[in-house]
């Protein structure tokens, strides 16, 4: 991608109106849920898999895994998280109870009487394991993918920023749209083809207004609160549901070293390494993340 391409799609960062003219557009099915308009996908028959995606790129990152389930026999449903994609961009907290809620209502209205395997990714680590503290009766198996919400989290000195009172919110909406775009693709390890239409994508949903007001409060209220992230993983501990957890040991944005926490708190689950592999590899390598996850799922 050269520089014209870059300085264009950042200069229709936040400027437009998520409305139901652009929504008329998108692919997908749109639903008026209590926590907010949500953009979601489902398609499939059979057993019913929920897909839960990360901190800031939309239901897209799923892409191989949701084709990969459906091709193979399953239901499966992807959803965009408030703030994200084209899902509204509502005046709320975005926290684990913001998010959990959301995926509670999404289910309760179109999946209402199905227990499911539940997948998360990055900051999808959180709202999954909180949605599963809340709803213990709904979810068979968890997989996370690189899951955020350690309390052993060293965060980076630009993260350590933004939680300085009026400064971090200040820094954040002048440099946050460039940074997450220039920082979306940067763990693109083995499909470095992709990469150019990864960042158009990102920059779609990037282009509807406060996508940087509900990404500075996911970071601020769920990436850096931990504490409340770590009690919903023990209450997966104690309930023992069967988990299965894959991290890339060179992964950047939530460091490999966490997984020694996590299996501090979660001794049940089942552990894989990926080595050399970023915080991406979901879509990087997602013939080898779904060979792992569907071997899990049918076991």
């Not at 994508?201 to 209220?221: E, G, H, P």
């Not at 990436?223 to 069967?242: G, H, Q, S």
Request: overall charge positive; hydrophobic content about 35%; glycine content about 8%.
């Amino acid at each position: 991608m050269d520089k014209s391409e870059v300085k264009k799609l950042l200069a229709a960062a936040q400027t437009l109106e998520l409305d139901d003219k652009a929504r008329a557009g998108a692919d997908g099915s749109f639903i008026e849920l209590k926590s907010g308009n949500t953009h979601y996908q489902i398609e499939g028959e059979g057993e019913l898999i929920v897909l839960v995606h990360g901190y800031s790129t939309p239901y897209f990152i799923y892409d191989k895994i949701y084709n990969a389930l459906i091709a193979d026999g399953y239901k499966v449903l992807r959803y965009d998280l408030l703030g994200r994609g084209m899902s509204e961009r509502v005046d709320e907290v975005y926290n684990t109870e913001l998010f959990a809620k959301q995926l509670e209502e999404l289910c309760k209205a179109i999946v209402p009487n199905e227990k499911f395997v539940l997948i998360g990714t990055s900051m999808g680590g959180s709202i999954t394991s909180e949605f599963c503290r809340r709803n213990p009766e709904k979810v068979k198996k968890l997989i996370l993918l690189a899951p955020a919400g350690m309390d052993s989290f060293k965060a980076p000195f630009y993260m350590k920023m933004c939680k300085i009172p009026g400064f971090g919110k200040w820094i954040f909406s002048k440099i946050g749209a460039k940074s997450l775009f220039n920082g979306c693709a940067r763990e693109m390890i083995y499909s470095k083809d992709e990469i150019d239409d990864y960042q158009r994508r990102f920059a779609y949903s990037m282009q509807y207004k406060n996508f940087v007001r509900s990404t500075f409060s996911s970071l601020i209220n769920t990436i850096l609160n931990t504490e409340e992230t770590v009690k919903a993983y023990f209450a997966l501990a104690e309930r023992k549901l069967p988990m299965l957890v894959i991290w890339g040991t060179a992964d950047r944005t939530m460091p490999y070293y966490q997984i020694e926490r996590m299996k501090e708190i979660c001794p049940h689950a089942k552990y894989i390494t990926y080595e050399g592999s970023g915080h991406i590899f979901l879509y990087d390598e997602g013939e080898r993340t779904y060979k792992d996850i569907i071997k899990f799922i049918k076991k």
